[in-house]
């Protein structure tokens, strides 16, 4: 009889409650694509389950079957939950919304709470945040100044020491034109023009290190431009965004990079300077690198043939001829053979140059060969 009366709670309990599950394929970022059934689970890279029940949501994001990030919240009210977040299984965040206004944030490292942010808010607006320690001591607090349309004008950290950072914003009627932040001995600006960043600056004890300008001329749709100290940095872009030249201009001279491409794959990489050349040619199968070669001055030294990202064979040249093959697993190098010919190294040593000599020499010294190189 009372196997009977427990068999009809759970019966009544199940009709009155409830547990819906959805699927989707998703992309790495955990954004939804299109809705699946279960059973295509293990079909895709990513896929996003949503499982809804009375007062409760869970999201999780998996990869290849393995979760990678949940988030779950549990519902007082629609505009008032404890929403938590967890990656890998790890707790990393819990947040409290009261009226849809975050109003506790508890902040973990490795599963153990690390400090949590209390918010205060004046006509909807953040006003105040508190930063607190895990036993409530207060670490610093961030003050929010708006203007008179409620437009956020200056962000101050007030830390318990006196000392202060701060970011202003600068606005030109509705657009953002600059943004200033200030920690300690630096500052950093960032001004734009119709809403894209047009220049950037990194001060240190108010003296200018580091600047970056993006410009317009007849052969680019973009350039960037960096100064620092001694060293000016010009890199163009072409109208589809890919770079396609960097120049760097020393006090006693430059050096000039040139990229070609073939669709989004880069085949050819050129870099000069007064003393030296060097050219880089790359291979594709499909998108696939499969090998590329390395010139110096001309002169071939290198070219490494791709299995994978981490299997490749490296062939050491001499006079334009294979000398040393390295075999790389993992990474990692497995094993190295000669394979030059004796008689074609005797032949060619008539020839040779000092600047060729040279060349070689320091490529073969990156390689450390066991054995007897006696023919």
């Known amino acids: 009889m009372k ?13 009155f409650s409830f547990s819906d599950i959805y699927y989707y394929k998703s992309n790495k970022v955990g954004v939804p694509i299109y809705e699946i059934s279960f059973t295509r689970f293990s079909d895709f890279e990513y896929v ?3 499982e809804v029940k009375d007062n409760s949501t869970v999201k999780t994001l998996f990869k290849n079957g393995k979760e990678v990030n949940r988030v779950e919240r549990v519902y007082e009210s629609p505009s008032s939950f404890v929403e938590t977040e967890y990656i890998s299984g790890i707790i990393q965040a819990a947040s409290t919304y009261s009226n849809n206004l975050l109003t506790r944030e508890d902040i973990f490292f490795e599963g153990v709470l690390a400090e949590y942010r209390e918010y205060r808010y004046r006509n909807d607006n953040l006003e105040k945040k508190l930063t607190k320690s895990p036993e409530g001591e207060l670490l610093y607090t961030t003050n929010y100044l708006r203007g008179k349309n409620g437009r956020l004008v ?79 940095l010009k890199k ?23 990229y070609k491409y073939s669709d989004n794959n880069i085949i050819e990489k050129s870099i000069r300077s007064s003393a030296r050349k060097e050219l ?22 290198k070219t490494i043939s791709y299995d ?14 294979p000398f040393i093959k390295v075999y790389f697993e993992d990474n990692i190098e497995v094993k190295n053979e000669l394979v030059f010919n004796k008689q074609d190294f005797e032949e060619d040593s008539i020839d040779k140059n000092e600047e ?3 060349i070689e020499k320091e490529e073969l010294e990156k390689i450390e060969v066991e054995g007897n190189f006696e023919g």
């Open 48 to 50: 996003i389950s949503y």
């Open 236 to 258: 163009i872009y072409d109208k589809e965004n890919k770079l396609i030249k960097e120049i760097t201009t020393f006090e006693n001279g430059k050096i000039e990079v040139d």
């Open 308 to 321: 994978s990202n981490d299997n490749y064979v490296e062939t050491i040249y001499r006079g334009n001829k």
């Open 154 to 232: 200056r962000v101050t950290n007030v830390y318990p020491d006196g000392k202060n950072t701060y970011s202003l914003y600068k606005f030109l009627n509705s657009e953002l034109k600059t943004q200033i932040h200030e920690y300690d001995r630096y500052s950093f600006q960032y001004s734009y023009y119709l809403g894209k960043l047009k220049s950037f600056e990194e001060r240190q004890d108010g003296e200018l290190v580091f600047r970056r300008e993006k410009l317009k001329d007849e052969i680019a749709d973009v350039e960037e431009v960096d100064f620092l100290n001694d060293r000016t």
């Open 356 to 358: 060729t000599e040279e």
């Open 280 to 301: 880089y040619l790359y291979e594709y199968d499909g998108d696939v690198l499969s090998k590329s070669s390395e010139y110096i001055n001309d002169i071939l030294i």
């Open 3 to 15: 196997r009977s009366f427990l068999f009809f709670i759970f019966i009544f309990l199940s009709i």
